[in-house]
């Protein structure tokens, strides 16, 4: 690491920056040097990161108009960070909810789509340091009862960023998914100190993957599935 940082000079936009993580990878971006831009739904949502990004705004990215409207605004990246998160379940196939189908759908697939797709120009024009990165779960892989609808929308966004990897490699860029089972927080351990959380993965080291994933060091690691989780 040079004393400029790992990711000195690169420009990263963080999705869902205003999420539970959000906060921690984009300190984690900037202290490796990298200038930052974050987007969530609300303004409110991106208090928690103002004063640490170089850009913060509203964008709803699960319209193609909102996603396209980020991209434009910032005309220049060489990476694209997409943690949007949510969670809806346990329920039976048959008792599954649609509506909840649908929300999951628009914001952990569509996300992933409008995204790729408004950005796509703008990392294969980075070249090689053209970098995309999503945080998914481990049920996309290996379902679990109750949570259809999650994983298969899980499922859809990885098959998506994968697909994103092969075309990326054409410009020497890469496109990885980051695989947890559950994230805790500071917060949460504060809150309950004597909880092990033995298959959560801290923030910090979701974070420092996603900085490892956006430096030249994993400039060969491509459409690859990175599990942070034990099992």
């Known amino acids: 690491m040079t004393s400029e940082g790992v990711l000195a000079r690169r420009r990263i936009a963080?999705?869902?920056?205003?999420?539970?993580?959000?906060?921690?990878v984009v300190r984690a971006l900037a202290d490796a040097?990298?200038?930052?831009?974050?987007?969530d739904r609300t303004d409110g949502h991106l208090d928690v990161v103002r004063d640490i990004t170089g850009d913060a705004r509203a964008a709803d990215l699960i319209t193609a108009e909102g996603a396209q409207a980020w991209a434009d605004a910032l005309g220049e990246v060489d990476g694209l960070l997409h943690l949007v998160g949510g969670w809806r379940g346990g329920q039976t196939i048959e008792d599954t909810n649609l509506e909840d189908l649908d929300f999951l759908e628009s914001l952990l697939f569509h996300s992933v789509v409008h995204t790729t797709r408004a950005f796509a120009p703008l990392l294969k024009a980075a070249g090689s340091r053209g970098r995309f990165a999503l945080v998914s779960?481990?049920?996309?892989?290996?379902p679990v009862a109750?949570?259809?609808?999650?994983?298969?929308?899980?499922?859809?966004?990885?098959?998506?960023t994968l697909t994103f990897a092969a075309e990326l490699a054409d410009t020497e860029g890469t496109a990885n998914v980051a695989v947890v089972q559950a994230i805790v927080t500071p917060q949460m351990r504060a809150e309950n100190p004597d909880k092990a959380y033995k298959t959560f993965t801290d923030v910090d080291e979701i974070a420092d993957a996603l900085v490892y994933l956006c430096s030249d060091a994993a400039r060969k690691m491509n459409g690859q599935r990175l599990s942070l989780h034990t099992s």
Request: hydrophobic residues 50%.
């Open 137 to 142: 779960s481990s049920v996309a892989g290996k």
């Open 146 to 160: 109750g949570n259809g609808a999650y994983a298969a929308t899980k499922a859809a966004a990885e098959a998506w």
């Open 14 to 24: 963080v999705a869902g920056a205003g999420g539970g993580l959000g906060p921690t």
């Open 33 to 39: 040097g990298a200038w930052v831009a974050a987007a």
